[in-house]
């Protein structure tokens, strides 16, 4: 665990840099308490859950930039290797279990410890292609500023119901990712606490708490805002071929 702390140390001046207070206003912890990411086949659903999700992505784009202001993904980039390495229900802060049910915490920490493209990532690349929050509406087929009621909503087919489900699980995991990120870079300014439980149920020190579980966070946000953007790309290539 000192290599983990090590790893924080580093990133001390990165938190540093970082707005709490733009952080706070995306609300993402209480956007993945609040959602229910259900796995099922409901595709025709109403309108504002629509635009609730379009929101969602929303949030999420803007963790990133807030996020890409700071040296924190530099850090956790050049550390990749090690942090995944370590990166169990152990290493990771129990208030994770409060933000993010522990079955999908177990999700995320398994695709973040066998996923190593993380520390090839640009984020500026990453949102130069993730495609804007109207161009998200669209592909959900829902107008984000008027949403409209039950019996008002547009009647969508099976290929689109599957794509708008396609589109939920990621920004799911996109707000999830985000959730954590947030939890734990706020542990950075609670410098009164060395050491708090692990979801485990172990001592962890904070430092490396915040370390693991930032990561955790970044990497699935990341993978699913590459995911939402190749979409969207697929979707631009469709109306080329009309």
Not at 79 to 103: C, F, K, M, W
Not at 119 to 125: G, N
Request: hydrophobic share 40%; net charge neutral.
């Amino acid at each position: 665990m000192n290599a983990l702390q090590n790893i924080e140390t580093e990133l001390a001046h990165s938190l540093d840099k970082l707005d709490y207070r733009r952080l706070r206003s995306l609300g993402l912890k209480d956007r993945a308490q609040l959602r229910k990411f259900v796995a099922d086949n409901k595709w025709d659903v109403p309108p504002v859950h629509l635009k609730f999700w379009v929101d969602d992505y929303g949030a999420s784009i803007q963790l990133i930039n807030i996020i890409s202001e700071t040296g924190i993904v530099t850090v956790l980039q050049k550390n990749s290797d090690e942090i995944r390495s370590l990166l169990s229900l152990g290493t990771l802060p129990a208030i994770d279990s409060y933000v993010v049910s522990r079955d999908k915490i177990e999700d995320l920490i398994k695709f973040a410890k066998d996923c190593d493209r993380f520390k090839r990532l640009d984020p500026a690349a990453l949102l130069h292609k993730a495609p804007s929050e109207d161009q998200v509406a669209d592909i959900l087929i829902v107008n984000r500023y008027d949403p409209g009621g039950w019996e008002d909503r547009p009647r969508v087919d099976e290929k689109v119901g599957a794509r708008r489900l396609r589109i939920r699980a990621l920004i799911a995991k996109a707000v999830m990712g985000g959730a954590l990120t947030v939890t734990n870079l706020s542990l950075g300014i609670l410098t009164f606490l060395s050491v708090i439980p692990s979801i485990a149920g172990e001592e962890l020190s904070t430092k490396s708490g915040l370390v693991t579980s930032t990561f955790t966070g970044l990497t699935c946000l990341f993978d699913a805002i590459e995911k939402i953007s190749s979409v969207h790309q697929e979707e631009k290539r469709r109306e080329e071929k009309r």
